[in-house]
């Protein structure tokens, strides 16, 4: 009698929220300041926030952030669509990790 082991994985990936846009958001980092551009979908319009403090104050160094919602999604591999095309009784395992002699 053999024992043959299968090791399978199951790739995952992570993409932006398809329903979620990313936002920016800035802050002056002159000391004393506490300046902040407030969080926008549009990275445009925080950076010309930033230009604006920038003529008023002089401040001239910002923290730029930028934030989204992201999800984490299982990714079908090839084999897998070929997997549920053939037959049951038909699969092949993905990889032999280990097999005992007969
Ligand atoms: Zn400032």
Not at 21 to 29: F, I, P, S, Y
Not at 45 to 66: A, K, L, N, Y
Request: include cysteine; proline fraction near 7%.
């Amino acid at each position: 009698m053999s024992v043959i082991s299968v090791l399978r994985y199951i790739p995952y990936v992570m993409r932006r929220h398809p329903s979620a846009e990313t936002t920016a958001a800035a802050r002056c980092l002159a000391p004393e300041c506490g300046w902040s551009a407030e969080p926008t979908a549009q990275a445009d319009v925080c950076s010309d926030m930033c230009i604006q403090h920038t003529g008023r104050t002089g401040h001239m160094t910002f923290v730029r952030e930028f934030s989204e919602v992201a999800v984490v999604e299982r990714v079908v591999t090839d084999y897998e669509h070929q997997e549920h095309a053939q037959p049951r009784g038909a699969r092949l395992p993905l990889t032999f990790a280990h097999r005992d002699p007969q």
